[in-house]
Every structure is written in structure tokens, then in C-alpha cells.
């Protein structure tokens, strides 16, 4: 049975409207419609496929979910070499390099050249075969690289198909680019991980490449990857006749194309926005390590040729180093909260951007393998992502021969248990609850301040509290006494008075404070929130099973297994006794849905918050407010954070009522 015109129709305007609300959303970060409004749509989209499987599009916004997992990467051979660049570092290097490029072309005036940020990501290529995606790889070894083609399919910034007129035109279209995670998106990922007892990842890099090297595209479906095009390859281009025009063309075809490209003539412009990037590169929310710089006219790029893996006709400036050599005192383990055992270097304190770095995380035995990092070893480092210090290389040519090497401990450092790296994992773990190092850990974040918030409870005395055998659970700091403190290093009369004050204040904490101090895997405070405003009692989660705390929103099934299996061990039944007994509240919790100041009324939020924006998202949700992307004449709160820019105008055009971090705290009673 054929599917009736007005279907078609219908659907062809979905598959339109979605497309271009997934532009706003992923690519600009700009969504016009809420989230309901959105899921709507796609799921009129999915029944309509559903029940017309041949209407289904190649470019379909389903197609992009995830398909089913690989065994292993096929390996594609890239029909034009993937290049790297020449690399610069000074305005005279650059002089120089100008000065063969016009000796190339023996000319005489100034060369146009293009100049865009360089993306710190990874090099992947996209096919398009009259217009369609077929096949997505990595760089590789410039030659063959990894088909990653289902993985590539779920970044909302790679069109799945490009217009009608470029299918005719250029039946076959390569084009390359890098594929990153943005800074903001980065750091919520890593949260994530996190709150999900995962290993971190070091920078926003190899974020990237490890969510777009995934096995289960599902895996990646989940990751905020983005892509920016830089290129096209492997086509007689007509028209197109210099790069900006390319990059232009990509632009019009849906690809991102970066914001900061721009035509410079010869050294003087060149430089001029070498200068401009290195002062716009802090509020840039994605990493560069430089500025590639290309001759724009591709006669002239033909011409040029390259040399040894590089094009003679584009370089690479790079800032300079936030770097800094120093040596490796020592290679120690330390164990978090859930197990997950991460080596760490000690390193001879040395100042890097400004900040003294004496240890950097090597994450996992994976990462401490492919650096070959040895104790005595001298490592050039930097700082990552503004904070995170990292290694980046070991400088094997200061090798002397008495570098001490070192493995992944079999026993856990602080108990002793043996350590296992359970399959498919990137982490070794100690798998004993009762570890002490795991235990000083879960204190800390008991006390921490957004849980239970005991000032004066930190790392140190949490440790000197398990080493001195003070507590065996975190319940445990309700029965201290100043007797049992005084002994310990340190301690004095009036810290342990105020410490006793804090503790004893700490038992009249909400709900949901409590729920995320009792450390169950893949509860942050965004879910611990919506957890005791669902429940309202403690007693009510403890029942909650798997099915029921899915029906949540927010609450995917693992944490809900998670939570399950917490309540389910008897341990963490006996310190939520014990908490009873020594009188911790647990008052019923009701900043209830329909007293809710904020029930029914429509948020934007806009600017930076103290804390991502999801978190206030989900509090606004669970207060029975929505949220939605634009101002308009609807909205009736926008919440403001800082460097608000045209939503806040908007909003004062429109006469909305808008409220800062601390207004917004105050108006719903936190
Ligand atoms: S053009 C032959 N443009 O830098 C020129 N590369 O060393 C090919 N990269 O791995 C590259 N941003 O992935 C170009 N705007 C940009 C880039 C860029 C980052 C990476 C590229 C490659 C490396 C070249």
C-alpha cells in the first residue's frame, strides 16, 4: 500500500522543523522551543516511521540515535593522504615561511591567506556520495584510518545530507575537519563520569576521542561532540576557487564552520590576527593550540605542493607553551569514593601559567602505559583546560638508564585487597567497602557542603578519623565525642567543639542533602533533588524499584539500578539506622509540586550560573515550572547569570521579570 500524499507531506515538514531545531540546539546552543515541545515532534516522527517504514529519510533526525554495536573498527583508506602541518612559533617563522611561499610561486606581492583557530580535537573525514554520508573515518596514520561511520552519524553538527544541487554537482564530496567537545560541555561530562563512578577524562580532547572511538554508538550518541569542517578534498571544486569560498560553501551546506575565519595579506595581516586570536582565545569555549594559517587561491596551493606529510602552503602558528618541564619524584595511587584506584605523579614543583603544579593525575593504566612515564623521568607538562595538570610527553632523550618503572599495583594501597580492572573498563578498583581510603573518602563527601555541609570536615581529618579507627561508616561521626577527638593530631579544645557543634547542626539537613551524602553511585545533586521531591521520604525511596524510579524523569536506568542495589546491602541499611538512632531528622520533604511558587510559570535561563545549567533546569522542573529556550512575551522569570547578552535585553523589551542566582534561591525557598 502506497503512503498517502498528505503523509508524506507532513512528514517531509517534520523532518524539516526538527532539523532545524536540532541546528539551534546543538550547533548554536540556541533552542527556541522547549524540551516537551521538542520531544513532541520527535516522536510524531517516530510513529509516522513507525507505521510508513518507506517514508523513512536517509537524513531522518532518528537516524542519528545510535545504531547497534561493533566488534571491531574496519580500516578505510583515505583517497588523499591526510596531511599535517608545518608548525611556527614566532612572527619571524612565519616570515620565513612566507618568504618560501612566495618564492614557490615567484611572486613578489602579498600573499592572501586564510587564518582560523586550530582546533585541539581530532582529524576526521566525512564522505558524501551524491549528496549522502556514506563513510566517516579517522585520520589514522594519514593513509588508512578507522571507519567510525555510525559513530559520526549521531554528531548533530554533520549533515546527513547536503542539497540537491551539490548531489549533482559534486557526486563525490570529501570533507574533513576536527571533531571536539566544547569546554562548558566537557566539564559536565566529566561530572558526569564522576557522579557515575567512571574515570575522568584528562582534557576536552581526549574526551573527544574516546567517545568517537566507541564500539557502541549508543556510547557516543550520549557524548556532546561537535564538529567543525576545514576542508574539502579529492574534487574538482569549479568555481570554488580559494579556500574561503570552500569553507563558505560548507557553511551554506549546514556544516559549522569556525566563526573565527578570516582573509589576512601577508606578514602584517597575518600577524595582526595572530595577535587578535591569542587575546580571544580565553573566552573561546572549545581548546586551540594555535592558528592555522593557509594560502588561499588553490592554484596557488597546487602549485606550492608539500613536502614529507606536510603542504608547503599552509603552517600551523602556535602559541606559545603553557608548558614546562620538570621531573618525576615519584608515581603514587590514590583511591576515591567508589574504588576506582588513579595513579598520580609527583612531580619537582614547577610554575606553569601562573600556578605552581607539584602532582598530575595519569588517569589509568592506559594512559600511564601510552606515556611510558617512569619514576626519575623528565616530562614536559601543561595545564589542561585552565586547571587540570597534565603530562604530556616523557622526554626519553633525558633518559639516564636508572628510571624506575611501574605497574598498576595488584593490592589496593590503602587495604591491601586485591585490585581488579573489570572487562570493557579503563579503571583499576579496589573492590573492598570497607577500605580505608574509600571510607575517608565517602566521609568527605558526606560532610562536604552541598550534603551534609559539617564545616571543619575535610580530607585530612576525615583520613585521621579512619586511621584512628574513629569511624567505620560516615554514621559514625554522629557518635564522636570530644573525648574520642582530643587525642588526635592537631586537635584542640575549640576545633573539637566547633566540629561537635557542626555535626550535631548537620542533623536537621533536607532530604535531599542526605540523599547525596549517602554516596550512591550516579547520584549527584540534580537527581538527589528529584529524588526526595518525588518520594518526600526517605523510607519511600528505600522501597522504590527499578521500574518505578525509571518512570522518573532524569533518572535513566542506570542510576536506578544503582539505587536499587544500594538500598539492597545490608552495610548501608544498618548507617542509615544508625543516622536514625543517633538523631538525624529526616524530615519528610515537601517543597511539594502544588504549594510550589514556581508551579506552572515559564523560565529562560540565560548567562553563567554557579553551576550548570541542567541542574537549574531539572530544580525548575521539579517545582513544577518549564523551561524554555527564547524570551518572549510568555516567559514570566528569566533567570540571569553572568555575561547575559541579547536574551536579557529581550527580556527587559518584553518587560519579563528577571532574577539573579540569589533571587531566584530566595523566591523558591532554598
Ligand atoms: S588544515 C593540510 N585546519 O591540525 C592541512 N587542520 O597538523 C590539513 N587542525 O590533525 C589540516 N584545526 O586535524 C586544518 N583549522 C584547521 C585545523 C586543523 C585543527 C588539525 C588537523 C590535523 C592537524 C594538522
Same mark, same amino acid.
Request: glycine content about 8%.
Given at each position: ?192 563520569m564522576?557522579?557515575q563512578g567512571e574515570g ?138 567508589t574504588g576506582i584506584i ?22 589509568n593504566e592506559d ?52 585490585t581488579v580492572r573489570p572487562e570493557g573498563e579503563a579503571a583499576h578498583r ?10 575517608? $573518602? ?7 557542603? =552541598?550534603? *551534609?555541609? %559539617?564545616? #571543619?570536615? &575535610?580530607? !585530612?581529618? /576525615? ?75 526517605? $523510607? ?7 521500574? =518505578?524510579? *525509571?518512570? %522518573?524523569? #532524569?533518572? &535513566?536506568? !542506570?542510576? /536506578? ?110
Amino acid at each position: 500500500m502506497s503512503v498517502p500524499e498528505k503523509i508524506r507531506e507532513e512528514y517531509k515538514k517534520l523532518v524539516e522543523e526538527i532539523k532545524y531545531h536540532d541546528r539551534l540546539y546543538y550547533m548554536y546552543d540556541r533552542p527556541e522551543i522547549s524540551d516537551a515541545e521538542y520531544d513532541r515532534l520527535f516522536d510524531r516522527l517516530l510513529s509516522l516511521e513507525r507505521e510508513h517504514p518507506e517514508v523513512t529519510a536517509p537524513d531522518s533526525p532518528t537516524q542519528r540515535v545510535g545504531a547497534e554495536p561493533l566488534k571491531a573498527f574496519k580500516s578505510v583508506a583515505h583517497r588523499v593522504r591526510m596531511l599535517s602541518l608545518q608548525k611556527v612559533t614566532s612572527k619571524e617563522e612565519f616570515a620565513d615561511f612566507d618568504r618560501r611561499v612566495k618564492e614557490g610561486l615567484g611572486e613578489r606581492s602579498e600573499i592572501e591567506y586564510t587564518v582560523e583557530p586550530k582546533l585541539d580535537g581530532l582529524a576526521v573525514e566525512l564522505i558524501y556520495e551524491k549528496g549522502l554520508f556514506t563513510v566517516g573515518s579517522t585520520r589514522g596514520d594519514g593513509t588508512r584510518g578507522e571507519d567510525v561511520t555510525l559513530n559520526l552519524r549521531t554528531i548533530h553538527s554533520i549533515p546527513l545530507k547536503l542539497s540537491g544541487e551539490t548531489a549533482r554537482r559534486y557526486p563525490l564530496l570529501e570533507v574533513r575537519g576536527e571533531v571536539i567537545i566544547r569546554r562548558s560541555a566537557f566539564g559536565r561530562l566529566n561530572k558526569k563520569m564522576e557522579e557515575q563512578g567512571e574515570g575522568l577524562f584528562a582534557n576536552p580532547r581526549n574526551a573527544a576521542a574516546g567517545s568517537l572511538r566507541q564500539l557502541d554508538p549508543k556510547i557516543t550518541a550520549g557524548r556532546p561532540l561537535i564538529f567543525y569542517a576545514y576542508g574539502i578534498s579529492a574534487v574538482d571544486l569549479e568555481e570554488l576557487d580559494t579556500h574561503f569560498k570552500v569553507m563558505k560553501f560548507l557553511k551554506s551546506e549546514g556544516f559549522l564552520v569556525n566563526e573565527h575565519l578570516k582573509l589576512a595579506t601577508g606578514v602584517a595581516g597575518v600577524t595582526a590576527e595572530f595577535d587578535n586570536l591569542v587575546k580571544v582565545r580565553p573566552s573561546l569555549d572549545y581548546e586551540i593550540d594555535g592558528m592555522v594559517v593557509k594560502v588561499n587561491r588553490f592554484e596557488e596551493q597546487v602549485r606550492l605542493g608539500e613536502i614529507s606529510r606536510a603542504p608547503r602552503w599552509a603552517v600551523a602558528w602556535k602559541f606559545a607553551a603553557e608548558e614546562a618541564e620538570t621531573k618525576v619524584k615519584d608515581i603514587v595511587f590514590s583511591v576515591g569514593r567508589t574504588g576506582i584506584i588513579t595513579p598520580v605523579a609527583k612531580l619537582e614543583p614547577v610554575r606553569v601559567s601562573g600556578v605552581t603544579v607539584s602532582n598530575a593525575s595519569l588517569h589509568n593504566e592506559d594512559e600511564m602505559k601510552a606515556l611510558d612515564i617512569r619514576i626519575g623521568d623528565t616530562v614536559l607538562i601543561r595545564r589542561a583546560g585552565d586547571v587540570i595538570p597534565e603530562v604530556l610527553e616523557v622526554i626519553k632523550e633525558k633518559r639516564t638508564g636508572d628510571e624506575i618503572e611501574v605497574a598498576m599495583p595488584e593490592n589496593c594501597p590503602s587495604c591491601g585487597t586485591m585490585t581488579v580492572r573489570p572487562e570493557g573498563e579503563a579503571a583499576h578498583r579496589c573492590l573492598n567497602s570497607a577500605c580505608p581510603a574509600q571510607l575517608s $573518602e565517602r566521609i568527605f563527601h558526606f560532610a562536604a557542603k =552541598e550534603a *551534609m555541609d %559539617i564545616e #571543619g570536615l &575535610g580530607g !585530612k581529618l /576525615a583520613a585521621q578519623l579512619v586511621e584512628n579507627n574513629l569511624v567505620k561508616d560516615p554514621a559514625d561521626i554522629y557518635l564522636l565525642t570530644k573525648a574520642r577527638l582530643l587525642p588526635l593530631e592537631l586537635m584542640g579544645e575549640k576545633k573539637a567543639q566547633n566540629l561537635l557543634t557542626a555535626i550535631e547542626q548537620s542533623k536537621k539537613r533536607e532530604l535531599p542533602r542526605i540523599i547525596l551524602a549517602l554516596g550512591i553511585l550516579g547520584v549527584g545533586e540534580a537527581a538527589a533533588r528529584i529524588l526526595a521531591e518525588q518520594f518526600g521520604e526517605l $523510607e519511600l525511596l528505600l522501597r522504590a524499584s527499578v521500574e =518505578e524510579l *525509571m518512570e %522518573i524523569d #532524569g533518572i &535513566g536506568p !542506570k542510576i /536506578a539500578q544503582s539505587i536499587v542495589d544500594y538500598f539492597a546491602n545490608p552495610g548501608n541499611k544498618e548507617m542509615i539506622a544508625k543516622m536514625k538512632r543517633a538523631g538525624v531528622v529526616f524530615a519528610p520533604y515537601r517543597a511539594a509540586r502544588k504549594e510550589s511558587v514556581i508551579a506552572g510559570k515559564s523560565f529562560v535561563i540565560t548567562g553563567t550560573l554557579s553551576k550548570p545549567r541542567e541542574y537549574f533546569k531539572k530544580l525548575i522542573q521539579s517545582l513544577g515550572g518549564k523551561v524554555s529556550g527564547s524570551v518572549s512575551s510568555k516567559t514570566d522569570f528569566l533567570l540571569v547569570g553572568e555575561d547575559a547578552g541579547s536574551k536579557l535585553e529581550n527580556a527587559r523589551k518584553l518587560g519579563v521579570m528577571t532574577l539573579n542566582e540569589d533571587e531566584f534561591s530566595r523566591l523558591i525557598g532554598l
